[in-house]
């Protein structure tokens, strides 16, 4: 038996605990939401009269998403409850004071990952957690900044065969559409930096890391220039499809921000937790703009406060689909490393609920 002590949700519920890991029963089986091998992992304290757990599995499920287009969701006025589709893990909500004395987290790994993460112990603390992730997702393959277009058709491909961009509803060719030139929305799609790249002085590797690279109409994408992005209480810009730029509506931050439409908060949240957890070792805080969403802390950086609110009620909002699966899939075949922040949605609780 090892001594440990469970962290979850980012906030340390035992001091001293017994860990057992045992195969689930069939009860556990049929309600759990996923598919392949699990394990449950047990604890009991001596000052506890209740338990906590952590289920970890493999999920073969996919989202019912389709994949020509994702679920539209509710208003981003308010923060939603957890929930989960069959294949992303579902993690308790903080319990409440009648409920203090227990909790639990699942975790379940995206079976595309395969063997990816058996280096990762998940017993950890967040902090040290986000750092075995860095240390195993940093080192990939780059792309030079041309190949991008070509990177597009397989990551970015509706099943119309145009390109997915998530700034507007307009219908690109790959190709064909590229930018050049452009005076307003609708007449080309170029490589947008959802991390601007002033914000790390345009340095490699994130230059043209594909998990941050998305193809976007051109002149939204201008619109939306280095501003970080937040929730719009006054749009002075609203594109096609709804994205928006003007004033924060979050107190924590009064600048102007960019206000993707709700279907893809999900997807720039975790993204951005990618860029922080592959990058923490970089200066990615080179602008003004750049330090409303990230921090040094300590020899690493993170997300800053008004960031974690931001993108875990986006995460939320705005659960893993099957484009990110795909996308996620595409990028790995091509730069050798992965986002585990869409492998296993869990981790944005873990690691930045704090």
């Known amino acids: 038996m090892k001594k440990i002590c469970l962290l979850a949700l980012g906030t340390l519920l035992l ?64 923060k939603p409850s957890v929930s989960s589709s069959a294949s992303s893990s579902s993690v308790s909500s903080k319990p409440s004071s009648s409920q203090s004395s227990s909790a639990s987290l699942e975790i379940v790994i995206n079976e595309d990952a395969g063997n990816y993460y058996n280096s990762i112990n998940f017993d ?19 792309l030079s900044y041309n190949e991008l277009w070509d990177a597009f058709e397989t990551t970015d491909r509706r099943s119309d065969g145009t390109v997915w961009d ?37 340095k490699a590797p994130m230059y ?16 939306r220039s280095n501003y970080p992005f937040g929730e719009v209480a006054s749009a002075k810009y609203t594109s096609k499809n709804g994205s928006k730029l003007g004033t924060s509506a979050l107190s924590s931050y009064s600048g102007t921000v960019f206000e993707p439409i709700d279907e893809y908060k999900g997807d720039f949240a975790r993204i951005y937790m ?22 040094k802390s300590g020899q690493y950086y993170t997300l800053t406060d008004y960031a974690k609110e931001l993108f875990l009620s986006w995460n939320e ?12 899939q595409n990028v790995y075949r091509l730069q050798g490393n992965r986002n585990p922040f869409v492998d296993i949605p869990a981790l944005a609780e873990i690691i930045f609920n704090d």
């Open 274 to 295: 990618y860029f922080v957890t592959c990058y923490q070792d970089k200066n990615i805080t080179a602008t003004s703009e750049a330090k409303s969403t990230f921090v």
């Open 317 to 328: 909002l705005d659960p893993v689909s099957e484009k990110e699966i795909e996308r996620n």
């Open 208 to 223: 043209t890391d594909l998990f941050h690279l998305v193809p976007t109409d051109g002149y939204v994408n201008g619109r």
């Open 124 to 142: 950890q603390s967040p902090t040290s957690l986000k750092t075995s992730l860095y240390r195993l997702i940093k080192n990939h393959d780059s």
């Open 15 to 78: 001091t001293s605990c017994d860990i057992t890991i045992r195969p689930l029963t069939s009860s556990e089986s049929s309600s759990a939401s996923s598919e392949g091998s699990s394990v449950v992992v047990s604890t009991s304290s001596a000052n506890e009269s209740s338990s906590d757990s952590i289920t970890v599995s493999t999920s073969s499920t996919k989202p019912s998403t389709s994949s020509s287009s994702k679920p539209s969701t509710s208003s981003s006025s308010s």
């Open 166 to 202: 998530m700034y507007s509803n307009e219908k690109y060719k790959f190709g064909n559409d590229q930018c050049g030139n452009y005076s307003k929305e609708g007449d080309c799609y170029n490589r947008e930096h959802s991390v601007p790249k002033s914000w790390f002085d345009d």
